[in-house]
């Protein structure tokens, strides 16, 4: 199961990281704008989760995302897909994710039980896009 999972989010980063290309000037820097919103806007979540930052999703990406993750300083960070276990076990493929920035210094990969908006069990692959952005977004 373990390492099923991984394999999938692994799929998933691949997919992330063969995205086609974007103005990532306009993400840079929060808000990115349309067809982005504030997670927070729309879900009984904190407008910064420690280790997340504060979230943009375009509702249309949902579950999966790309979910923009910034700083306390509105500074892109890193960039977050949810992706369903239940769904990747089914043969779910997220393909051509979009990413917010082309550059990753580093990536985690974790199970999450649930949250709102992403309600069933998922993995978390956050992709930094940083050295120092983890830090920045821990707290």
Excluded: W
Excluded at 93 to 117: F, R, T
């Amino acid at each position: 199961m373990f390492k099923s999972t991984l394999l999938s989010a692994a799929l998933v980063l691949g997919a992330a990281a063969c995205a086609t290309a974007h103005d990532e000037d306009a993400l840079r820097m929060a808000p990115p704008g349309d067809p982005y919103v504030q997670v927070s806007d729309v879900l009984p979540l904190p407008a910064f989760l420690p280790g997340l930052g504060t979230l943009f999703v375009n509702p249309e990406t949902l579950p999966a995302g790309p979910f923009l993750s910034y700083d306390h300083d509105g500074k892109l960070s890193a960039t977050i897909y949810m992706t369903p276990l239940e769904e990747l076990q089914n043969g779910t493929a997220y393909d051509d994710l979009a990413i917010g920035a082309h550059h990753v210094s580093s990536v985690d990969i974790y199970y999450n039980a649930g949250h709102p908006g992403v309600e069933k069990p998922h993995a978390h692959v956050v992709l930094f896009h940083d050295d120092e952005a983890k830090g920045r977004l821990a707290k």
